[in-house]
């Protein structure tokens, strides 16, 4: 387990979140990823919608298109000035805070849908059990929780923690329904075939 105050994917502290956007970092490709996508054309994203980790924004863009109301947090300054440059230009109307995941509570709201696209996987065990907590402080019941994470299935040992199917199952054991576990890919800017991860969709009860 990795130091709860180091950032599993790049070794850095949790308050220097700007040095992931010194330089455009992989997973951030100027548009949704595609298994997100799918999902808000077939109309599973609905409501209010918070995106945690947002980074540069794709995902709270593509909701706005949609016309839904969309929030992304984000601790790393860089890639929420570039979110706001981006709903500017594209004419959107949608709201990117600093606020760290880890205090989901803080935050005061209610939300319908919350997408996660390469949060989960970051955080050890403490902070993953804290993070699931906070969650269900700001999802309706009924609401519905979609996660992109790195699965072991992924080859090698380079980037973030693996996560299993089991260990998906047992964060959220208690007060959670898990309507889905499938595999599925993360696009990323420097491999074509991406990463090997899972698509969890999970409803809260």
């Known amino acids: 387990m990795s130091s709860p105050h180091l950032h599993p994917g790049t070794g850095k502290p949790w308050h220097q979140p700007d040095d992931m956007y ?12 595609p298994a997100f996508l799918a999902l808000a054309d077939s109309g599973e994203v609905r409501g209010r919608v918070l995106d945690v ?40 109307e949608v709201r990117f805070l600093h606020h760290d995941a880890r205090k989901l509570g803080g935050l005061g709201e209610s939300f319908d849908t919350v997408l996660d696209c390469g949060l989960f996987h970051i955080f050890n065990d403490e902070d993953r059990a804290e993070f699931v907590d906070g969650l269900r402080t700001v999802l309706r019941p009924g609401g519905r929780y979609f996660m992109l994470c790195f699965s072991d299935q ?52």
Do not use: N
Request: hydrophobic residues 35%; contains cysteine.
């Open 154 to 205: 992924q080859p090698g040992h380079q980037g973030p923690r693996r996560v299993t199917r089991a260990e998906i199952q047992a964060s959220f054991a208690d007060g959670w329904r898990v309507d889905s576990i499938k595999p599925a890919t993360i696009d990323i800017t420097t491999d074509p075939d991406g990463i090997r991860a899972w698509l969890t969709a999970l409803t809260r009860v």
């Open 53 to 92: 980790g947002c980074g540069t924004g794709e995902h709270v863009l593509m909701c706005a298109e949609r016309g839904l109301d969309a929030t992304g947090i984000d601790l790393a300054s860089r890639a929420r000035k570039a979110a706001d440059k981006k709903a500017r230009d594209r004419g959107l």
């Open 22 to 33: 010194a330089s455009r970092p992989p997973w951030d490709i100027g548009r949704p990823q």
